[in-house]
């Protein structure tokens, strides 16, 4: 730092690359030269003008002004800071704060004026509702602190504040409800998030890959979000949740599979309706990753099990075909697959066009020419339709579906049970932050079965889940 | 990883390994030795069986912390507890072949036709391996998970048995000699040593109040099942029960039209093949620990490969030689099984009643 006004002003503006929008401003005041710089893209011209340049600029005062004059008689700002060193400035102007040097002083003033193209809360078209909170996280960390403390009224939420990156040098705040999170989870987490040594993080996931714990990457180790609610929801649970600038994602965890299972509308609702729904996607969980793979293994290796009538049914449909079960299973799966994968790339309004080509045209024909059977395009089709049944779990199961369709193909039934064992023993040996990742199923924990397969009404559940390790388990008095 | 299981898991670990071996083949074998008198046979067996676990609950009520080789080391010694340690490895080894046979025929007669046993080991072995590895915790924890849904086939196959028996007999009891009744027990000793699994998960149940009657209860709710089971199948099939030795899948072969759902028998297959896998798992897992505590190894590579070549030793023992292993173990296997079943729970008996000093073992072990 220097003594000088314009020394100051040149040599940041040459450490960050003499930038086009890296703006110098200086301008007498009293019997002072000052001197500002700031990133003109990301500046609120609004608050500078009113809250800087005016008060500046009306000071008719002829004195020396001093830092202590201009922090309590001239700006109309009330978050000033004082940095004294070199990286400070510079990180702090990248952070787009507006740095004011004073001739004669060796440090600067600093105010935070970032205005970010920031979008407005709306509904994430991840997880609609059909009753309930309608409002989403956007990319501005400011604005989703605001919305989770909208929720949280008590000194009791702690946010704690790490900064990762090198070069991108990312805000990640981690949210906690004292007395309620597990301080040695906090901890844990904590030190995850300082020793994250990355040149830059550009969303919540990359975070997550820091945070995974073993190598059960088929797995989903960490729950997300867009939806402020289920973040309040889930804290009040005595779960911790991660937030990222510039990602509408916060990471929620520890984490179980149960909880993709249970969907936000879940608790606006029936819980009658609720358990009824629950089942249904538990169903589809089961047909989501088994059903082709057990079709598959039914029409090469047991059809002798099937019962006369569907047999000759799926007989009389599949008479003639040139591919063998195996390979007609797996050509319809990958078609789907590219279907899926151009619909989900593609504008909205072509995409739409290739689904018709697709699935009609591809699909309809394809039967009709004899290259594939209409059974087949059934069971895939259900199978992806029950994907969506769970829309969290949709990468981990459709991974799953091939590997049972591999199994069915050339194991039969047998190949089948073996993999549902062996995946099922695989999630129960997941413990993540010791947490049973298929608890409260295995192992079995009443009182969590309240709110698991069943819902019971919320007045009934009167405390944490257990599975957290919270301090404070009660959760209603009665 | 922590290694403590619950007593519920213990008491559903119970349940399926008294179920797992007792749902094929034995209710024929038993009714072609000695006719209706296998019921009270099965009876008598059981009630021993589920005795000698009483017996083991009780020797872990004891000594709380101490696995069943360090309290067998204690007052027999460490090379006498190495030979037993060695009788166990060999039981279990037999078990998991024996497993293996049973079964492949049972799939190949019920669903597999032309199926090879390379194939079958193929699915199986690398199945039970990864079982076993991932140690007992999640093994205990899978069989929570499937627990609910093998009670629920196994109750609907009783219930269809049930409704196809036309008219209820009351058994004739043969007059049978003691000798031919001790000697039937005898024969089908092997069929009854399935607790021996407890002795090597015993340091790893966490004690709670209560931990004994949870465990217990389990099993008695086996044992009524069973005895359900058994009575179901001579009813359906009386006097040519011994004709079917598939007794899981027979027991509905005559109730195939409920509505539109035919082809029931799938509920039953699906029952023995979680199972199956389920016992292969936990007998392997015991294989290891036995193996461990005679060899005393420590560490995980050293584990890893011992998992090889047990694999590989099972594979090589039962493909080159499937019948003889078989045959060998009909005429031999009972011997062990009076060994391990019988005399060894008779010792512990004494050996709770007679040492009083009980202070020590109630301490947390370190190791």
Known sequence: MFFHVEENLNYYKSKLNNSFDVCTRKLKVGQTEIGMIFIKSMMDKEIFVNSVMSPLQD???????????????????????????????????????????????????????????????????????????????????????ALLRLRFKT??????????????????????????????????????????????????????????????????????????????????????????????????????????????NDYYSNPLYVTFMRIIRALGIVLTCILPGVFLSFRLYHYKALPLKYLITVANSTQGLPFSPFIEMVFILILFQILYEVSLRLPRYLGIATSIVGALILGDTGVKAGLISSPAVIIIAMSMIAVYTVPDQAPQLTVLRVIFIFLGGTLGLLGVVAGMIYFINEMNALNFYDTPYLAPFSPKINSDLKDALTKASITDMCERPKVTKTKNKVRLSK | ???????????????????????????????????????????????????????????????????????????????ITKIIYFLFFVYFLIAVVHLIYDNFI?????????????????????????LSYKGLNSLARTAEFFYIFIVFGFICC??????????????????????????????????????????????????????????????????????????????????????????????????????????????????????IFYQGGVLFYCLNESFSKICTYTNKIQNYILFVLGTIIVFLLFFYSSQKIHLYLANYGKYLGLLIFLILPIYLIFQINFDKNKKIYNKKVKK
């Open chain 2, 158 to 275: 009783l219930v269809l048995g049930a409704s196809s028996i036309s008219q209820f007999t009351l058994p004739i009891f043969e007059n049978l000699s003691i000798t031919t009744i001790l000697n039937t027990s005898f024969k089908n000793i092997f069929w009854f040593g399935d607790f021996i699994f407890f002795l090597m998960i015993i340091d790893k149940i966490k004690v709670k109040n209560g931990f004994g009657k949870t465990i217990m209860n389990y099993v008695w709710l086996c044992f009524v099942v069973l005895l359900i089971f058994y009575f179901i199948f001579y009813q359906v099939y009386k006097n040519t029960s011994f004709m079917h030795n598939n007794a899981i899948t027979d027991i509905i072969a005559f109730t195939n039209q409920v509505e539109n759902i035919e082809k029931l028998n799938l509920i039953a297959l699906l029952v023995v093949m979680f199972i």
């Open chain 1, 155 to 264: 000194e009791k939420l702690c946010i704690k504040n790490f900064e990762v990156g090198r070069y991108t040098k990312t805000k990640v705040c981690l949210f906690s409800l004292k007395g309620i999170a597990d301080e040695n989870l906090i901890k844990k987490i904590s030190k995850k998030l300082e020793s994250i040594d990355i040149d830059g993080i550009v969303d919540s996931h990359y975070i997550l890959s820091f945070l995974q714990e073993g190598r059960g990457l088929l797995f989903k180790q960490i729950g997300a979000t867009e939806k402020p609610d289920i973040v309040a929801a889930k804290m009040l649970e005595g779960r911790i949740a991660i937030m990222v600038d510039g990602s509408p994602i916060v990471l929620t965890l520890p984490f179980v599979f149960l909880e993709d299972l249970q969907a936000s």
């Open chain 1, 59 to 145: 000071y008719d005062k002829k004195e020396k002004v001093t830092f202590k004059i201009l922090e309590n008689e001239i700006l109309k700002i009330f978050e000033l800071e004082r940095v004294e060193t070199e990286d400070d400035v510079i990180t702090k102007l990248t952070q787009n704060n507006l740095i004011i040097f004073l001739e004669g002083e060796k440090c600067a003033l600093v105010t935070d004026m970032e205005k970010a193209p920031v979008r407005t809360p709306a509904e994430p078209p991840t997880s609609s509702v059909i009753r309930g909170p309608r409002e989403g996280f956007v990319e501005d960390i400011k604005s989703n602190i």
């Open chain 2, 1 to 79: 990883m922590r290694q403590d299981i619950t007593a519920r898991q213990a008491g559903i670990l119970c349940f399926l390994m008294m179920l797992s071996s007792k749902i094929l083949a034995l209710p024929s074998l038993l009714y072609k030795d000695v006719g209706y008198f296998a019921m009270i046979i099965f009876l008598m067996l059981l009630s021993m069986e589920v005795l000698f676990l009483f017996v083991f609950i009780k020797l872990k009520e004891k000594y709380i912390n101490l696995s069943f080789f360090d309290i067998l080391s204690k007052f027999l010694g460490k090379i």
């Open chain 2, 106 to 130: 049972y799939l190949r007669e019920a669903i597999f036709e032309n199926a090879k046993i390379e194939k079958f080991l193929l699915i199986f072995l690398p199945i039970i391996c990864a």
